[in-house]
C-alpha cells in the first residue's frame, strides 16, 4: 500500500498532525490562543482540548471522557481584552481569537470520610463534614463558574437549610470538576457537599425502586447462574459467534 | 365580618375581605431545621387569620449578622439578593405586597437593616447590582417586616375571634432580646420597654408578667465559645422571670430560644436547685390559643418539653 504513494505523498501525511489528523492545507481560519502564556496558531473549530494537541501537548491529565461528562478538563481562560477569568470543560469549548487558557488538572479538595449508615438525615450532616458551608456570602461566584450551567450557590443554600431533595436535584448534574471550589471566597468544596447530599438523598430521601428489588430477589434464587456459567465456560470462537449476535438496544 | 352569615359549610377562614392578600415570607434556615416550630405554627396561625404567607421560591442566608464595616459591601450581598427575589415575586404578580415577611428575628434584623444600608447609598447600591450582574438591578423599594407587624396590623376582634382556648390560667413572660428592638431605627417597638407581645396575649387570653429582663442579652453567639456564661444570662433571665410569677416565657429569635431553653441543661449543672422552665416560640403559643392541631408546634423539637404545663393548666388535651 505505501510503495504505492509518492514520496510527496509520504511528506505530506508527516506534516499531519498524529493526534488530531488535520491537514493543515485544509485549513481555511486559524486562531491563535495562549497555552499558559505561549501563542499557538491553531485551526478555528478546534476545541480548547483537540487545539491543545495540534500545539503539539500530549495530555496525560486534564482529559476524560471527550464527551462532556467526566469533567476531568477543566479549564480557566481569558477572553482577548476582557479581564473576567472564565471557565469551561476544554472538551466541549472551542477555542476563540485570543483566547489565554490553562488546564487544571486536579483539585486538591477535601472530601469527607464517613460512613453513611452511621450519618443523621438532617442538616447537621453538613455541618459536621463540611462546616464552611455557613460561610457561604452567597456571592454566586461559584454558578458563574460552572461548567454545567448548575445553581451551584442555590444547592449550597439548599444543604444549609437541609432540603436534600433540592440540592440533589440541582446538583445532579455535577461533573465534580472542582472550578466552584477553586474560586470560592468562602473556601467551600461545593461538588464534595453536593456528593454527599446526593448519596444521603439517594439512601434516606428517596424509595428503594421495586425493579431494584425485583431484580436482586432474581439473582439471589439463581436465575441468572446457568446462563452466566455457560458464558464463563464458553469457547473464544463461541464468544466470538455470541458477540457478533448480540442483539444492541440500537438495534431493536 | 356579618354576623347574620348562616352558611352550614365553614369554607375558609373568613376575616371580612373577599380576596387574601399574599405576602412575600423569607424564612431563613433555622426555620427549617431547629426552628420547625415557629415556621410550622406561624404559618398555621396565619393561615388562621386569612394571612397568606408565600415562602420567595429561592431565597439565601439572610446574612445573619449585618455588618457594620463601611466598606464591607460583600456581606451585604446576601440579604440584598434576598430583596431581588421578594422583587421577583413582586413583578411576577406572585404576591400583592413589596413587604417581605419575616419569623426569625434575627432574619428580620439582617435583612431589614442591610436594605436600609443599601437603599440609602446609591453608590453601594448600584455597586451591588454591578457584582450581581446575572441577576436584576435591585430597585430598593421592597421592604422587610416582622410577623408581629402584620399581626398589630389586624383587627384585634379577628384575632380574639379565633381564640378557642383562651390562655387564662397561663403565667407568661415576654421575652424580646435584641434584634426585634435594636438599633432603633430598625426595631419595631421601644427598645427598652417594648409591649407589642403583651398586648396580643392578652387578647389570646394569657396572664401576662412583665418584668425588665425581657430586654437583657441571652449570649447571643457566645453559647458557641462559652456556653456556661451564656448558661448565667440563662439563669438570670429565667429566675426573675419565675420571681415575677411566670411559668413560661415566649421569643421570636431561634437564637435567644436555643439559649433560655437548651442551656437551661448547663444551668441545671451549676444550679442544681433551678427550676426548668417552658420557652415557647410566641406562634406556638398562638396556635394553642388558637385550638389548632398541636402537631403545628413540634413541640417534639423544644428542650424543656412544655406540654405537661399546657396540661395542667388544661390548655392542651392528655395524649395530644
Redo the contacts between chains.
Sequence with gaps: MSESKTMMEKISESTRSLTTGVDTRDVEHWVTIYIMGRGYSVPADLTIMTAMEFAGYKLIRSCGCRQGFCGACATIFRREGQYKLESALACQTRVEDGMCLVQIPFSPAEAAYYDIAAESY??SVFSKHYPEVAR?????TC??ACPQDLEV??YI?SA????FESLAEQSFDCIQCGLCALRC?AEIVQYNVGHLGRRMFGRYGSPEPEHLKTRLAEMERGEFSSVLDALVGASTEKLKELYAARVRESDE | MTSEQTSTTRAAPDTGSPKRTRLPYYPGCTLKTTGKGLEDSALAVAETLGVELVELPRWNCCGVVTSLTDDDLMRHIAPIRNMVRVQEVSDAGLVDDKRVVTLCSMCFNALKWSNARIVGDAEDLKSLNDFMYLEEDYRGDAEVVHFLEILKELDPEAIAEQVKTPLGELNVAPYYGCTLLRPKSIGIDDPEDPTIQQELLEIMGATVIDNPYKTVCCGSYQTVQDKYAVAELTHGILSHARAAGAEAVTTFCPLCAFNLDNRQREVLEKHPDFEPMPVFYFTQLMAVAFGLNPKCCRFDLNHTDPRPLLRGKGLMKEGA
Excluded: E, L
Design positions: 438532617d442538616y457561604c456570602v452567597s456571592c454566586n454558578t458563574k450557590m442555590d443554600q444549609i437549610k437541609g432540603d471566597p
